[in-house]
């Protein structure tokens, strides 16, 4: 069964730091390029950042670029998300998902083919 499973989300005060992780079992994630999602309550799903395969790149949004850093440890089969210096705006379930590498990492969720169930992270104080 091809499945990614997301950890790490919680309940943390403005300013602190939380680490994300997103594990695939069923397949390799070599050949894959892997984003996360997030989606707040009342808002439309935003990409926040993705990684090519073999780290060739990544890509963050404005709203999180300089405080979030995406990786990936391939022999582990998995991907981080490490959030610095979260902000209230930060409150979302975030997602993992998974591309073929051809896509080269992008924006646009309806390009990945696998799917998270999602990590809830609540900024608050």
């Known amino acids: 069964q091809l499945q990614l499973v997301e950890s790490g989300g919680g309940l943390v005060q403005p300013g602190k730091s939380l680490r994300l992780s997103c594990a695939a079992s069923?397949?390799?994630?070599?050949?894959?390029?892997v984003g996360w999602f997030r989606q707040a309550p009342g808002k439309e799903q935003e990409m926040v950042s993705c990684i090519n395969m073999r780290d060739i790149g990544t890509k963050y949004a404005d709203s999180v670029k300089g405080r979030f850093t995406i990786s990936r440890d391939d022999a582990q089969n998995k991907v981080y998300l490490q959030m610095n210096r979260l902000n209230p705006e930060d409150t979302a379930v975030y997602y993992c998902?998974?591309?073929?590498?051809?896509?080269?990492?992008?924006?646009?969720?309806?390009?990945?083919?696998?799917w998270g169930q999602g990590t809830q992270v609540t900024v608050s104080s």
């Open positions: 998902a998974a591309q073929p590498a051809y896509y080269g990492g992008s924006y646009y969720s309806e390009e990945y083919d696998y």
């Open positions: 069923g397949f390799s994630l070599r050949s894959y390029a």
